[in-house]
T-cell receptor, first 114, second 111 residues
Framework: AQKVTQAQTEISVVEKEDVTLDCVYETRDTTYYLFWYKQPPSGELVFLIRRNSFDEQNEISGRYSWNFQKSTSSFNFTITASQVVDSAVYFC???????????FGAGTQVVVTP | DVKVTQSSRYLVKRTGEKVFLECVQDMDHENMFWYRQDPGLGLRLIYFSYDVKMKEKGDIPEGYSVSREKKERFSLILESASTNQTSMYLCLSGGRGTEAFFGQGTRLTVV
């Protein structure tokens, strides 16, 4: 069963627009971790954030922000004032209590045009 | 600066060859993972290890084995490479209670 769902396959925006990427997860564990990664055209997967299930505070890092809502099992990611360099595939992942293996969503391709 | 290093960025091997992919991390992580990434199939877990000499099968272990003799090093072995193992291989270190970082990836082509 799909544990992490990223329903948006591709999002296209014009530079300076905001873009929100959805991530919905499924788990029965009370302790779990959520991650976001960025994969630019170069192919390397870059760690962006890790959030544990007990910390529902939203987080902001520069133009990036994350909204964690346990009530809806969602961990959404917003890029504010997008730039061409934000063009990449973004992956959401879930790590449950057993062994910590990360289960990834299918990814969302973000295309930012000038 | 944290580091996860994979031994090769690009690799070309012949069908039937035994192939070793190495991954080294300097973060003292217990957990290490090998994934492969293919277009349309996403990231799929091959094997993982949560301690030295310990290993667990992931979702697609067939045709692969692993070795973890030292905490910092996790090797993926293709016993007899086949063309359907042409893929991007990604090593991940960490997870569970820690941040988790990928290596730069190895793009393997089997001809």
């Amino acid at each position: 069963a799909q544990k992490v769902t990223q329903a948006q396959t591709e999002i296209s925006v014009v530079e300076k627009e905001d873009v929100t990427l959805d991530c919905v997860y499924e788990t029965r564990d009370t302790t779990y971790y959520l991650f976001w990664y960025k994969q630019p055209p170069s192919g390397e997967l870059v760690f962006l954030i890790r959030r544990n299930s007990f910390d529902e505070q939203n987080e902001i890092s520069g133009r990036y922000s994350w909204n964690f809502q346990k009530s809806t099992s969602s961990f959404n990611f917003t890029i504010t004032a997008s730039q061409v360099v934000d063009s990449a595939v973004y992956f959401c992942a879930l790590s449950e209590s057993s062994w910590g293996k990360l289960q990834f969503g299918a990814g969302t391709q973000v295309v930012v045009t000038p | 600066d944290v580091k996860v290093t994979q031994s090769s960025r690009y690799l070309v091997k012949r069908t039937g060859e035994k192939v070793f992919l190495e991954c080294v991390q300097d973060m003292d992580h217990e957990n290490m993972f090998w994934y492969r990434q293919d277009p349309g199939l996403g990231l799929r877990l091959i094997y993982f290890s949560y301690d030295v000499k310990m290993k667990e099968k992931g979702d697609i272990p067939e045709g692969y084995s692993v070795s973890r003799e030292k905490k910092e090093r996790f090797s993926l072995i293709l016993e007899s490479a086949s063309t359907n193992q042409t893929s991007m291989y990604l090593c991940l270190s960490g997870g569970r209670g820690t941040e988790a970082f990928f290596g730069q990836g190895t793009r393997l082509t089997v001809v």
